[in-house]
């Protein structure tokens, strides 16, 4: 059974600092991995996906590793803003399974001092 | 592009009565996904549609849950004899065929009193 977790659940920094998110998975025969963003109350907002193939992916400050081997992803945020205060979540879906249920991690609340 | 739409934003309920949920996916998306959310938790899958077809439900939907999605555009999903322990975020999110890249709506946030 996949299991997908997250750490720290917390994470604290002043703005303008570097940080990396962690997430695991368990079963390393995923077809992808992908990073969300929810803000308090709302939905989730895609960032990053990357496919088993790939090593990492990039989207303005933000930038996503996946190793299957160790079963890890991290998600790499520079320069942090007071705007990227929300909580991070990581999903991967089923194994073998391309398109279907997404696991989640349950989440890094992230929250950036001005 | 409206993106995925959600109705209710808000339920406030009382224990035992029925609620419903409807869910409009992005146009052409033929896969259509259901989660819950409690707070402090990701979201746990529940169900997910291709088409009409329903093909996939979780164990967490008991038996007083039900979702359709009659037509293979909106779907929508019902809770029977709610509970205190049904508050949750229900979260909507839809697919293209063969997509990876799940879309997810703003979500219902139901409370049960």
């Known amino acids: 059974k996949q299991e997908v977790t997250q750490i720290p659940a917390a994470l604290s920094v002043p703005e303008g600092e570097n940080l990396v998110l962690n997430c695991s998975f368990t079963?390393?025969?995923?077809?992808?991995l992908q990073w969300f963003r929810q803000d308090p109350g709302k939905g989730l907002t895609s960032l990053l996906l990357i496919q088993s193939s790939q090593r990492e992916q990039t989207s303005g400050r933000l930038n996503a590793s996946l190793d299957k081997s160790s079963g890890r992803s991290t998600l790499y945020i520079a320069a942090s803003q007071p705007g990227d205060s929300a909580t991070y979540l990581c999903a991967v879906p089923t194994p073998y399974n391309q398109g279907g249920k997404l696991i989640f991690g349950q989440g890094t609340e992230l929250s950036v001092k001005p | 592009d409206t993106g995925v739409s959600q109705d209710p934003r808000h339920k406030i309920t009382k224990r035992g009565q029925n609620v419903t949920f409807r869910c409009d996916p992005i146009?052409?998306?033929?896969?259509l996904y259901w989660y819950r959310q409690t707070l402090g938790q990701g979201p746990e899958f529940l169900t997910y549609?291709?088409?009409?077809?329903?093909?996939?439900k979780s164990r967490l939907l008991s038996d007083r849950f039900s979702a359709e999605r009659p037509k293979g555009s909106f779907s929508t999903l019902e809770i029977q004899r709610t509970e205190q322990g049904d508050s949750a975020m229900y979260l909507c999110a839809s697919s293209v065929p063969g997509g990876d890249t799940q879309y997810f709506g703003p979500g219902t946030r139901l409370t049960v009193l």
């Open positions: 146009s052409e998306h033929n896969r």
């Open positions: 079963d390393s025969a995923i077809y992808n």
């Open positions: 549609f291709q088409n009409e077809a329903q093909l996939e």
